[in-house]
Each structure stands twice: as structure tokens, then as C-alpha cells.
């Protein structure tokens, strides 16, 4: 089955420490994108990759970073420097062609201890 | 209604009876528009799409209906079951670029 696998599903974080999300995909898709989710707001982009060795910041990229080495993989890292890391995090891909959707994983929750 | 701040709008509706839930988006020229739908603790999951050179897509037990000149999306589920309780948000994308915008969803309820 093609899909797109995120993991861990719950992770923790200390204080000063960074943490990161993996997501996998074998859509065999171009563009990957991270997104965060707050209760009772809209999805906020975070980075996008069209391409390997490639990537944007989105709207909200402050405090965190990515790498896209290769095409199925778009790791992305939550630093110390984000103040405010607890949310839901979900990781879509799409191919890289105008008016295809975006498939999303299941998210990974990230909770401060 | 969308965008209202902490707490997500609801619908309740029983059983077997039909669904509207509606969208304003906010680019006029926003051409390409995505309904999805989430259920707890789980990502979005796609359920229907329509181009702005429609004005209505039907899919199964769903239809999308657009109105360009209101900037205004709804989606109709038929027949509503208990597993269509969930949140569902609209997304609206402008062809010239990768990013979509989601609105913050709304709460279905399906009381049997």
C-alpha cells in the first residue's frame, strides 16, 4: 500500500533539547510539505520541498529546520529556538503538477515535559 | 462558518439525514479547492476536489458545489452515517504554486 508514514506518533520534549519528526513517503511524489496543527485553527505551513536538495520556508519556518536528501524522506527537526512546540504536526505530499491534492500521514503529537 | 478562533464550528444532524457544511475562502483567485476530512488523533484525509471551471462535482454520497462570485464552497454528504462524524476542513489553492490554505474545519456530528 503507498501512503505516507509518520513517526513517532507521541514524542517529548525537554527543555533546550531538539527533537525530530520523521516522515516517509512511497507515492513516489516530488513536493513534500510539514505542517502544523493548533486546536481550533487552520493547518500553518512550516517548510516545503519541491525537490530533492531543496526546500522553502512556509509561513511559520522560525525555530525549525529540515533536509530533504532524498526523495522519499523530509525530516523535519523542532529546535530549542521554538518557544512553542507543542502541537500536532503532519507531513502531506503531492506530485509536483498543478491541481493534484495533497495526501497527508497521521501526525506526530509533540509535547513539552 | 469557518475561522472563528479556538472553538470550531458545529453540526449536529441524525442519522441518515443529509450534511452542509460550508467554506468561505478568501483569494478570488484561488482556482483549485480540496475538501478533506479528520477524524481524532489522525491526519487528513482527502474526499473530494473541483477546479474553478466547475461549479459542482459529485462524488460518492458527496457533492462539492462552488459559487466564484460569493468566494463560497459547501459540502453535501446524503444519507450521514456515525463514521462520517469528524472535522472537515476546505483547502484553496492558486495553480501557480505549491501551498494550499486550510480553513479551521468543522465539527460534524452524526447522533444516531
Redo the contacts between chains.
Sequence with gaps: DGGITQSPKYLFRKEGQNVTLSCEQNLNHDAMYWYRQDPGQGLRLIYYSQIVNDFQKGDIAEGYSVSREKKESFPLTVTSAQKNPTAFYLCASSPDSYYQPQHFGDGTRLSIL | GE??????PTLSVQEGDNSIINCAYSNSASD?F?W?KQES??????II?I?SNMDKRQGQRVTVLLNKTVKHLSLQIAATQPGDSAVY?C?ENI?TG????????TSLTVIP
Excluded: S
Excluded at chain 2, 488523533?41 to 482527502?46: M, N
Design positions: 475561522n472563528v478562533g479556538l472553538h470550531l483549485y480540496i478533506y488523533g489522525k491526519g487528513p484525509q482527502f476536489d477546479r476542513f483547502a495553480w505549491n501551498q494550499f490554505y486550510f480553513g479551521t474545519g
